[in-house]
DNA sequence: TATGAATGAGTATTCATTCAT
DNA sequence: GATGAATGAATACTCATTCAT
């Protein structure tokens, strides 16, 4: 076995056993055991149990990102519509986080009483999106697809909570199926995006409410 | 110092630092230092740690039910608005989970890898709450004042979701205040319910909202 | 209830209690609450734990003392034949015992890892039985019933072993009955009796008992 | 240092220490201070204290009994006379005791108050004696070398009783000496024997008490 | 590089004893 | 005298990390 392919394999035994068990109850014990290797060699790709967490959910926002950057920029904003838009933001987000329901349970999960790093590791996630949900709704703003009079932290928080949580009913909780089909998980967008597009965004003339 | 006033002590403690520390860095060394008490004492009013993280919360879990039903009671449904109804539910959560900022940190945060035990009586919390926006949902819908092809599960979800994460943004988070004021709230709650208003309830003249 | 009484409900539930759960297993918090009575009552009349075992051991082995020496007195040295004077003694120690089946499990182990005044008391028991039975054994030489040749330390360990095995059988053991009526405890006795007779007094017309 | 001899140096000074201490007074602090090793190297080799105690009893009563199956397997019943055969049995235990004072001690005494699984294990050892030293008066009677009349119960008791308190007389109480030779230690059996010879076995016409 | 035995600081919990009421 | 809440030293066991082989 390669050096890569046994980090690879460590890292993958930890997510699952950190995703069910969580931080505190995932010992290096488990780990070695899933992984079928001795103690000591997870300290030769790892300083210690709270970088292997890091790097997971490291990885985890990394792809995450370049998901929405690459996807973003394959989006023509002058083509689509703004409920379209975040029907399309709201739906990749869906689909990247039904492809790994330990990742997703790791990450949607507010780590309470982490040691320092590992916490800010697993905020930096919600952070983000909310971040990014704030952006979105501020650029909707300046295009006048978002009512001015809109508080767009509240709103982002809001968003954020419901995109998260939804996320998490059906990929993490006990709702949780093993696969999602790509029909499924739209269903779950347009129902998602159906609550907000009468309070986001501007009825301008006339805008069908049907999925772009 | 009475026997009461010491369990309270030990609970206001442990609150405190269950809040900040998580369940796992909060250790009955830290209570006792906190609380200014003998570690054995900690043993005369509970069993153990976990059964201090449990008394505190299911009193939090008992005093926001019967805050809610109390306050229930008091509404007239004939008189107020399906959107005035939401209102006041959002808002009276929001004042209640305003006043507690420790305890809205530990029930709000969904605890991964707690003892079993421990672990239920947190997430009885969150089930607690969607069910009941689950309920006044398919109540709306018996009244028609909420549309018949709402997709209730997940709309309940997303209405938890962003409820808690909310409260957690303002009264937990770095945004967080000392204290809000009755009016601040309001704003929260009225910002929180534009969001919502127009993909829940019906629109009295057209009743068109029909995702896909 | 007067001070006398309820140092003597101390010491009776103090006995079940030791007897059943040994030293260690006994806690103060056992036997106030088999007494019900406080936990500061106890340490009114006695001043630790040890003292109250001390207490009950040597109660009891004063009682099987006094029965000792009473009854000895009682019984005219000339008139009994040796075999008579063992079956004496051995009958009346098995009486004794069986009488308390608490304390007869209490003294005849021998406690390992005792606190050591407890564990003084405890082993006070077996060799005054053992000097006892000793003593009996030289007189016996000297009035010339027992051989000149028996070995008085070994032969006071085999019967001190005996004695209290038995009882402990009878009385304490699996074998155990609720009461043991004098008929019983006379056929035990005999046959106790029986299968030292041989071995240890002079046979009337060949004193040829010689080991090797 | 090997595995094994690592776990051999835990069970021997733990052997030592619970002999001298008894169980409760023998801490887990005692152990590695006395084998010079860390506290989480015992239970690297044993899941917790009741196991090395276990461990050390039960290694005793396997090698007690293959002792006694092996030397049974040697001896020829057809040319043994009854008490050649109860010397044999009394003289091989002796020995195999007086070769370890410690555990002698371990063993010889009736756990009062110790755990459970401890307690069994230890009480194990006085049922097999008894056991085995019954099955061997049924025999006898069988073969009639041993009196019909005999309480084979109550004798094997008094049996058990005298050897075991034999045993802890001179090998582990005060009289105890450092190391006993053959010749010595055949000399308590024979004056055990004797003591016996005549209650137990039939005198069918004239039997020389000369050991076997 | 891989191993796994050894390490020891850290943790919850127990329980005999005290002492203010 | 009686009470029982408070005490805190003591103890078994855990587990991330190290390091000699």
């Not at 980090?7 to 969580?22: P, R, Y």
């Not at 083509?79 to 990749?92: D, V």
């Not at 949580?165 to 998980?185: C, D, L, N, P, W």
Request: neutral net charge; aromatic residues 10%.
């Amino acid at each position: 076995m390669k050096a890569d392919e046994r980090k690879e394999a460590i890292l993958k035994c930890a997510t699952k056993l950190f995703s069910t068990q969580g931080y505190y109850q995932t010992h290096i014990s488990d780990i070695i055991k899933e992984a079928q290797i001795a103690r000591g060699t997870v300290y030769q790709y790892f300083t210690n149990k709270d970088e292997i967490f890091i790097t997971i959910v490291d990885t985890f926002f990394d792809k995450w990102r370049d998901m929405i950057s690459f996807e973003s920029a394959r989006i023509d904003l002058a083509t689509i519509s703004p409920k379209g838009y975040l029907r399309y933001r709201i739906l990749q987000t869906l689909i990247f986080l039904s492809k790994d329901a330990d990742l997703c349970n790791i990450a949607l999960r507010i780590g309470l009483g982490l040691p320092e790093k590992v916490s800010q590791t697993i905020n930096r996630f919600e952070q983000k999106t909310m971040e990014m949900i704030a952006e979105d709704l501020r650029f909707g703003q300046q295009e006048h697809n978002v009512p001015d009079n809109i508080n767009v932290e509240t709103t982002a928080a809001i968003l954020t909570g419901a995109l998260l949580r939804t996320a998490h009913h059906y990929f993490v909780g006990k709702r949780r199926q093993r696969g999602y089909s790509q029909k499924e998980i739209e269903k779950i967008a347009d129902d998602f995006v159906a609550v907000f597009t009468h309070g986001i965004f501007v009825p301008r003339d006339k805008m069908s409410i049907s999925a772009a």
